[in-house]
């Protein structure tokens, strides 16, 4: 009986020390003392990106504004003439347009190509399909009913149909579900949803959606009108394993079964403020972990980070004064029988703010502002710090505050994550126009950011997929081997393979961006000198990654590969 106590004590002590080299290679910095680097662009693209996308393969980013105000700092060039007719808000009054209001921007060589868009884009939304094309919708007066469609070619433009939509859908989210196929949620007093239909086709109705109705807040103004606050604008819509979708707007969520049209469960509300537009936090989706186990259960778990009092709007607005923003972040696990928010606090208070997913499964926190809400010069106080999130550490050590830049990035930012692990980062316009003399100015620059895992003293122990020796589509359950390149042996407990979905961004909600580590099912060193085998085994369903493109890389103690585009499908 000693001995198979002794045996038993063993068996479970090398458990925990694997447990905690498993833990300790997630959590490893692998260079504590850089900070990140920013690199600024040398041209711009003459708008401001209010919104970006990154389109797969040719490494594009769409970048566009709003043609409501008929103006922008790059002149629709001769060939892409004759100008469409815009109306202007201020005016409104319809006139010819010969200004561009969307670009590709080519990520690597940072060449311009104007675009020709008619309907207006103005808090806007969309997401790529299966094939990596954009897909947009909604937008502004003639724009709000209006699908729109992009592909990544050197002569390819917008392909628009105003009247597809049943409603209008002006900051509304566009979420990508498990068969392919999108649902489009609220926007202003459009308190609906519908599925985006087929090209060339229109709505013939909505789905009324309560919860929308429940969520939506006012100020109230005895003698007065009561003050539009909403605060349930561009809602936080994510698919779950289950393939249900989970809904936030304002401080509450429920679970809905899009097949059924059905609210199965109402979550608790979130305390200390309210979290959608005006009042604008920034979420994600965190990491999906994926088993050997096929049937294994998996989890998902939202972050919300910060977001302002429900009265914010109504105070910059009409009051002139500009309240702090929240401080906090929470998360849940929403997939829980039990589920309840825990939170902590960031080391600034943040509103508008970008969530980024970066390889490695932590989040960078970027842009936004320490005061106010989101509205033409509702708030002050740049955050010109990042705040990397490492949500696999304990409460109390999970912050980095990163280097700062120096460029304001409040209203109408965005920031997207690069193949090459860098993040772009652009906009920022408070101003109901294009202005150069206001306190924080319309901004046309932009830049990149190298996260603390692209220091110098990194690059040699990078590792490097073979591409041209690596599958680049799958469908779901198939084992896959990625053929990588590293000075260093591999094994287990350093190592993931993860595979990130590239969001729309737009007003601090990136959609559809989502991240799942892959299970490992075998590593093969030295297949040749110096290469090796990593064999994962893709997702098993649409619930757990929609069918579509994916940036996946491998990564070694802490360290990305640069990214691979990957087609699930």
């Known amino acids: 009986m000693a001995a198979t106590s002794k045996l038993v004590f063993i068996l479970a002590v090398l458990l925990l020390v694997s447990g905690h080299r498993a833990s300790a290679a997630a959590n490893d910095d692998p260079a504590p003392y850089f900070l990140g680097k920013w690199e600024l662009l040398p041209n711009n693209p003459g708008i401001s990106a209010m919104h970006s996308v990154l389109l797969p393969n040719v490494d594009e980013m769409v970048i566009f504004d709003a043609t409501v105000w008929q103006i922008s700092r790059l002149p629709l060039p001769d060939y892409k003439r004759p100008c469409p007719m815009h109306q202007n808000k201020a005016t409104n009054v319809t006139n010819i347009d010969c200004w561009c209001h969307s670009v590709?921007?080519?990520?690597?060589?940072?060449?311009?190509?104007?675009?020709?868009?008619?309907?207006?884009?103005?808090?806007?939304?969309?997401?790529?399909?299966?094939?990596?094309?954009?897909?947009?919708?909604?937008?502004?007066?003639?724009?709000?009913?209006?699908?729109?469609?992009?592909?990544?070619?050197?002569?390819?433009?917008?392909?628009?149909?105003?009247?597809?939509?049943?409603?209008?859908?002006?900051?509304?989210?566009?979420?990508?579900?498990?068969?392919?196929?999108?649902?489009?949620?609220?926007?202003?007093?459009?308190?609906?949803?519908?599925?985006?239909?087929?090209?060339?086709?229109?709505?013939?109705?909505?789905?009324?959606?309560?919860?929308?109705?429940?969520?939506?807040?006012?100020?109230?103004?005895?003698?007065?009108?009561?003050?539009?606050?909403?605060?349930?604008?561009?809602?936080?819509?994510?698919?779950?394993?289950?393939?249900?979708?989970?809904?936030?707007?304002?401080?509450?969520?429920?679970?809905?079964?899009?097949?059924?049209?059905?609210?199965?469960?109402?979550?608790?509300?979130?305390?200390?403020?309210?979290?959608?537009?005006?009042?604008?936090?920034?979420?994600?989706?965190?990491?999906?972990?994926?088993?050997?186990?096929?049937?294994?259960?998996?989890?998902?778990?939202?972050?919300?980070?910060?977001?302002?009092?429900?009265?914010?709007?109504?105070?910059?607005?009409?009051?002139?004064?500009?309240?702090?923003?929240?401080?906090?972040?929470?998360?849940?696990?929403?997939?829980?029988?039990?589920?309840?928010?825990?939170?902590?606090?960031?080391?600034?208070?943040?509103?508008?703010?970008?969530?980024?997913?970066?390889?490695?499964?932590?989040?960078?926190?970027?842009?936004?502002?320490?005061?106010?809400?989101?509205?033409?010069?509702?708030?002050?106080?740049p955050c010109f710090k990042p705040l990397l999130y490492k949500p696999s550490k304990p409460p109390g050590s999970r912050f980095t505050e990163l280097a700062p830049s120096d460029i304001p990035r409040m209203y109408h930012s965005v920031a997207n994550l690069l193949p090459d692990g860098r993040v772009f980062v652009g906009g920022s316009n408070d101003n109901d126009g294009y202005q150069d003399w206001a306190k924080f100015p319309t901004e046309l620059r932009l830049e990149k950011f190298s996260p603390p895992y692209l220091a110098p003293e990194l690059a040699d122990r990078r590792p490097t997929i073979l591409v041209d020796e690596t599958e680049k589509a799958a469908p779901y359950g198939k084992w896959v081997a990625i053929k990588v390149k590293s000075a260093e042996m591999l094994n287990e407990f350093d190592l993931m393979v993860t595979m990130i979905a590239p969001p729309f961004v737009t007003h601090s909600i990136s959609m559809n961006q989502r991240l799942i580590e892959l299970a490992i099912i075998e590593i093969k060193n030295d297949v040749y000198p110096g290469v090796h085998e990593v064999v994962v085994a893709m997702p098993p369903s649409g619930n757990i990654a929609p069918p579509g493109y994916y940036m996946l890389s491998v990564v070694l103690k802490g360290i990305p590969s640069p990214s691979m585009w990957f087609q699930v499908k």
Do not use: H
């Open 104 to 381: 590709f921007y080519n990520v690597n060589t940072l060449q311009v190509t104007p675009l020709k868009v008619i309907t207006d884009t103005w808090c806007s939304s969309g997401g790529l399909d299966v094939n990596g094309n954009l897909i947009s919708t909604g937008g502004f007066l003639g724009g709000s009913r209006t699908t729109r469609y992009l592909w990544g070619c050197p002569t390819c433009d917008w392909t628009e149909y105003p009247t597809a939509l049943k409603d209008g859908r002006w900051y509304a989210t566009q979420v990508l579900l498990a068969d392919g196929s999108f649902l489009i949620f609220g926007g202003r007093d459009s308190f609906s949803y519908e599925y985006i239909p087929a090209e060339r086709t229109e709505n013939a109705y909505s789905i009324p959606f309560q919860f929308l109705r429940d969520t939506y807040d006012v100020y109230r103004r005895p003698g007065q009108d009561d003050f539009r606050l909403e605060n349930n604008l561009y809602p936080f819509v994510y698919l779950v394993p289950d393939g249900n979708l989970y809904i936030f707007a304002n401080n509450r969520s429920i679970l809905l079964d899009p097949r059924a049209n059905y609210v199965l469960r109402e979550y608790p509300p979130l305390p200390g403020g309210a979290r959608n537009y005006p009042s604008t936090s920034t979420s994600v989706l965190l990491p999906l972990k994926l088993y050997r186990d096929y049937y294994a259960r998996v989890d998902a778990e939202v972050l919300i980070c910060g977001g302002s009092v429900p009265e914010a709007f109504y105070f910059g607005e009409v009051e002139k004064r500009l309240v702090p923003a929240l401080d906090d972040c929470a998360r849940m696990v929403v997939t829980s029988p039990d589920p309840v928010w825990t939170t902590e606090k960031m080391p600034t208070p943040r509103v508008m703010s970008d969530g980024v997913l970066l390889p490695t499964g932590d989040v960078l926190l970027i842009n936004g502002a320490e005061l106010g809400s989101a509205g033409w010069k509702d708030a002050d106080k």
